[in-house]
């Protein structure tokens, strides 16, 4: 199976919100990451069908997905990002309803509602109503909404806000463990939500594909870029001002920063192997 | 398909606002359903008794039904137990030439001026009035003859005045000369028709607040983005949601009928479906229909009428983001008829108006109204009833209207 964003461009007035952006999707679980407004969420919502690009187009298996309609949506899960939900529905009608329009039979349907609420941890307050749920509930009712007709192609943007770590490293988990065989993108600003899931990574920036890899050859980018260096706690705020700071820790009577700079920032830097967080912060320095 | 609706169906019901509405719209229709228009409590002996008394009168107007209860008047107005004392009387003849009457006039004066009070204000005395007043049945049917084939000569051009006319005079020449009208007791059968007037109020209002929210919801909570990428999100969803909101009008609407029918009929009886319609006051219907066959067609026109109503409603709701704004705009646009008296204005503007609210969708949901005159369109050369035209117009209307609905929400685009 193949997804193919081919020159995907949305326009509004004088704003590109996604520029010509191409990519190739196989089976495996893709992290795109971006600064709000980098236009994630306009991305996703075309490769959803519901909203119409200004030119390009979204391609499964070299087929127009708005010419396979219903046939491609058979195959979709998608959690937007805000998902919204019906306070006075209990999350058993709300995954009963989804599971109807996402076409199952009713005992295959409840089988499977169940099956996921129990994943997400919500079968025992099934009959609760949804407006009484905290955010973490209703973010993880979302991701088994998302998951009812076991889709091949699962989109998720910003499925962990709202969770806790410990929420957040499950989701992780049901992630990984239902991706065999699909094409999973998730959108996020918690790089460790992709960090060690995702088979690739891709850096969205101003509308536009910036830079993509798999998720162990990322940060080969700015492989030179990253600087570990102890300094004095008087030189800190002057080192904040002037470099990109990732990490700042007490050591004793010094300051130990990371820091991501194409500079060598001081003749007692050392060069460090680059993470994620540190590339996301070299690409996104300005919206910092 | 069948589990969408039932889902729709509950999004629109379970929310408390809506469950609050019905028992209120429920009872306040039960309510008037038991007041009479002075607005007390309707007394079942009151009814017994007029029932009782009307039922003596029942019958077909004819010439021998007619001299009977002119000589019954007579003889009650001749009556000398039934009249005021010598001088009582010379009081109200002196009173009658203060006011500025002629002698001849006070002197000509028959003995209704002279009745004692009890049986002016008596029941037996008023039935017969009213018998005596359904008597000139024919008469009035031949005045309106004249009288609207006079009008429509006068006012419309060439062909069509006379072909306006000539209908108008056919179809009241047909109650005035062949038509036989028939008396009797339908006190059930007007309280119906009255009923009727609510419908806006009961049956409108009620649409207006449960189905505006059926699209304009989606948008406001955010749901539309996980409606439209499902399966079913751009077909089987939007027919679900048509659907469930005519299943909820139509089952709201049959829901007030059958209340109304069930208590009237508990309260007032049915007698009287056979009697004739027209009061040559308010009601001046062309049609030789009677009471029953005029429930029939102003049932089937309000039908047609909460159908119109709830695809503006759709219309509405699909083209709004906002689920206030949809309520607000609904309850302007199709309650206002109703609510606020459009000014007389003269004119080709006059006249549009007029033409315009009969095709207001809550002027169908009453209907009553559509029947109580003549009304027609030349088209093509012939002449076309009002009444057949409404009701298809606002059929081929909500069509379209569903049409554009479905169409509208299946291309919406998730923007924000």
């Given at each position: 199976?193949?997804?193919?964003?081919?020159?995907l461009?949305?326009?509004?007035?004088?704003?590109?919100?996604?520029?010509?952006?191409?990519v190739?999707?196989?089976?495996?679980?893709?992290?795109?990451?971006?600064?709000?407004?980098?236009?994630?969420?306009?991305?996703?919502?075309?490769?959803?069908?519901?909203?119409?690009?200004?030119?390009?187009?979204?391609?499964?298996?070299?087929?127009?997905?708005?010419?396979?309609?219903?046939?491609?949506?058979?195959l979709?899960?998608?959690?937007?990002?805000?998902?919204?939900?019906?306070?006075?529905?209990?999350?058993?009608?709300?995954?009963?309803?989804?599971?109807?329009?996402?076409?199952?039979?009713r005992?295959?349907?409840?089988?499977?509602?169940?099956?996921?609420?129990?994943?997400?941890?919500?079968?025992?307050?099934?009959?609760?109503?949804?407006?009484?749920?905290?955010?973490?509930?209703?973010?993880?009712l979302?991701?088994?909404?998302?998951?009812?007709?076991?889709?091949?192609?699962?989109?998720?943007?910003?499925?962990?806000?709202?969770?806790?770590?410990?929420?957040?490293?499950?989701?992780?988990?049901?992630?990984?463990?239902?991706?065999?065989?699909?094409?999973?993108?998730?959108s996020t600003?918690?790089?460790?939500?992709?960090?060690?899931?995702?088979?690739?990574?891709?850096?969205?920036?101003?509308?536009?594909?910036?830079?993509?890899?798999?998720t162990d050859?990322i940060?080969?980018?700015?492989?030179?870029?990253?600087?570990?260096?102890?300094?004095?706690?008087?030189?800190?705020?002057?080192?904040?001002?002037?470099?990109?700071?990732?990490?700042?820790?007490?050591?004793?009577?010094?300051?130990?920063?990371?820091?991501?700079?194409?500079e060598?920032?001081?003749?007692k830097?050392?060069?460090?192997?680059?993470?994620?967080?540190?590339?996301?912060?070299?690409?996104?320095?300005?919206?910092? | 398909?069948?589990?969408?609706?039932?889902?729709?169906?509950?999004?629109?019901?379970?929310?408390?606002?809506?469950?609050?509405?019905?028992?209120i719209?429920?009872?306040?229709?039960?309510?008037?359903?038991l007041?009479?228009?002075?607005?007390?409590?309707?007394?079942?002996?009151?009814?017994?008794?007029?029932?009782?008394?009307?039922?003596?009168?029942?019958?077909?107007?004819?010439?021998?039904?007619?001299?009977?209860?002119?000589?019954?008047?007579?003889?009650?107005?001749?009556?000398?137990?039934?009249?005021?004392?010598?001088?009582?009387?010379?009081?109200?003849?002196?009173?009658?030439?203060?006011?500025?009457?002629?002698?001849?006039?006070?002197?000509?004066?028959?003995?209704?001026?002279?009745?004692?009070?009890?049986?002016?204000?008596?029941?037996?005395?008023?039935?017969?009035?009213?018998?005596?007043?359904?008597?000139?049945?024919?008469?009035?049917?031949?005045?309106?003859?004249?009288?609207?084939?006079?009008?429509?000569r006068?006012?419309?051009d060439?062909?069509?005045?006379?072909?306006?006319?000539?209908?108008?005079?056919?179809m009241?020449?047909?109650?005035?000369?062949?038509?036989i009208?028939?008396?009797?007791?339908?006190?059930?059968?007007?309280?119906?028709?009255?009923?009727?007037?609510?419908?806006?109020?009961?049956?409108?209002?009620?649409?207006i607040?449960?189905?505006?929210?059926?699209?304009?919801?989606?948008?406001?909570?955010?749901?539309?983005?996980?409606?439209?990428?499902?399966?079913?999100?751009?077909?089987?969803?939007?027919?679900?949601?048509?659907?469930?909101?005519?299943?909820?009008?139509?089952?709201?609407?049959?829901?007030?009928?059958?209340?109304?029918?069930?208590?009237?009929?508990?309260?007032f009886?049915?007698?009287?479906?056979?009697?004739?319609?027209?009061?040559?006051?308010?009601?001046?219907?062309?049609?030789?229909?009677?009471?029953?066959?005029?429930?029939?067609?102003?049932?089937?026109?309000?039908?047609?009428?909460?159908?119109?109503?709830?695809?503006?409603?759709?219309?509405?709701?699909?083209?709004?983001?906002?689920?206030?704004?949809?309520?607000?705009?609904?309850?302007?646009?199709?309650?206002?008829p109703?609510?606020?008296?459009?000014?007389?204005?003269?004119?080709?503007?006059?006249?549009?108006?007029?033409?315009?609210?009969?095709?207001?969708p809550?002027?169908?949901?009453?209907?009553?109204?559509?029947?109580?005159?003549?009304?027609?369109?030349?088209?093509?050369?012939?002449?076309?009833?009002?009444?057949?035209?409404?009701?298809?117009?606002?059929?081929?209307?909500?069509?379209?209207?569903?049409?554009?609905?479905?169409?509208t929400?299946?291309?919406?685009?998730?923007e924000?």
């Amino acid at each position: 199976m193949e997804l193919k964003i081919n020159k995907l461009t949305k326009q509004y007035g004088n704003k590109i919100a996604v520029d010509r952006f191409s990519v190739t999707f196989t089976e495996g679980i893709n992290g795109l990451l971006g600064a709000n407004g980098s236009g994630k969420t306009t991305l996703m919502r075309m490769m959803c069908d519901i909203l119409r690009p200004t030119s390009g187009e979204v391609l499964l298996d070299g087929v127009n997905i708005t010419t396979l309609d219903e046939a491609y949506r058979e195959l979709l899960g998608y959690l937007p990002q805000n998902f919204g939900y019906y306070p006075d529905f209990s999350a058993w009608d709300f995954m009963l309803y989804f599971s109807s329009l996402k076409g199952l039979p009713r005992l295959t349907a409840e089988n499977r509602c169940k099956e996921l609420l129990n994943m997400v941890g919500l079968y025992e307050v099934r009959k609760k109503k949804i407006k009484t749920y905290s955010g973490g509930m209703r973010q993880r009712l979302g991701i088994a909404q998302a998951l009812i007709n076991d889709p091949k192609i699962l989109i998720l943007d910003e499925p962990t806000v709202g969770l806790d770590p410990k929420e957040r490293a499950k989701f992780r988990n049901i992630i990984s463990e239902n991706s065999t065989g699909k094409i999973v993108l998730l959108s996020t600003h918690i790089v460790s939500d992709v960090e060690y899931i995702a088979d690739r990574i891709m850096i969205m920036k101003e509308g536009q594909l910036s830079q993509q890899a798999t998720t162990d050859r990322i940060c080969d980018s700015i492989k030179d870029f990253v600087w570990s260096l102890q300094v004095a706690p008087n030189d800190v705020d002057s080192y904040n001002s002037n470099f990109i700071v990732s990490n700042l820790k007490h050591s004793g009577e010094q300051v130990e920063l990371r820091i991501v700079s194409e500079e060598r920032p001081s003749e007692k830097a050392v060069n460090v192997s680059p993470n994620l967080e540190d590339l996301y912060l070299y690409h996104f320095k300005g919206e910092v | 398909m069948i589990t969408i609706i039932q889902y729709e169906l509950k999004k629109m019901l379970i929310q408390p606002l809506s469950l609050m509405l019905i028992l209120i719209l429920l009872a306040v229709n039960g309510i008037v359903l038991l007041f009479n228009s002075e607005g007390s409590i309707v007394s079942r002996q009151d009814i017994e008794m007029q029932r009782a008394e009307q039922s003596q009168y029942a019958g077909a107007i004819n010439e021998n039904w007619t001299t009977s209860i002119t000589e019954k008047l007579k003889s009650l107005k001749e009556n000398p137990d039934n009249l005021i004392s010598k001088d009582e009387k010379i009081k109200v003849q002196q009173g009658y030439l203060q006011r500025g009457y002629t002698q001849e006039y006070v002197d000509k004066m028959d003995n209704t001026n002279f009745l004692k009070p009890e049986i002016l204000n008596s029941l037996s005395y008023n039935i017969l009035l009213d018998a005596k007043y359904s008597s000139e049945f024919y008469d009035y049917a031949q005045q309106f003859s004249d009288m609207q084939g006079e009008l429509y000569r006068r006012e419309g051009d060439g062909k069509k005045g006379e072909a306006l006319a000539s209908k108008a005079e056919a179809m009241y020449g047909y109650l005035a000369q062949d038509y036989i009208a028939h008396y009797g007791y339908n006190l059930g059968w007007l309280k119906l028709s009255f009923m009727q007037s609510l419908m806006p109020f009961i049956v409108g209002l009620f649409l207006i607040v449960t189905i505006s929210t059926i699209f304009s919801k989606e948008y406001s909570q955010k749901t539309d983005s996980l409606l439209l990428s499902t399966k079913y999100g751009k077909s089987r969803l939007i027919y679900a949601k048509l659907g469930a909101s005519f299943i909820l009008a139509i089952g709201f609407w049959i829901t007030i009928q059958g209340m109304n029918l069930l208590v009237t009929a508990g309260l007032f009886g049915l007698q009287g479906a056979e009697t004739y319609v027209q009061d040559w006051l308010f009601n001046n219907s062309p049609f030789a229909i009677p009471q029953l066959t005029n429930y029939i067609a102003v049932r089937i026109v309000s039908l047609i009428g909460v159908i119109f109503l709830t695809s503006i409603i759709i219309l509405i709701s699909v083209k709004s983001k906002s689920s206030f704004l949809t309520t607000v705009i609904s309850t302007i646009l199709l309650l206002f008829p109703v609510v606020i008296s459009i000014p007389n204005v003269g004119g080709i503007v006059g006249r549009f108006i007029s033409e315009a609210m009969l095709f207001m969708p809550v002027r169908l949901l009453i209907a009553t109204d559509y029947f109580t005159f003549f009304r027609g369109y030349y088209i093509v050369g012939k002449v076309v009833l009002m009444q057949w035209v409404v009701p298809m117009v606002a059929i081929l209307l909500s069509i379209l209207v569903v049409s554009i609905a479905f169409k509208t929400f299946k291309r919406h685009q998730v923007e924000n």
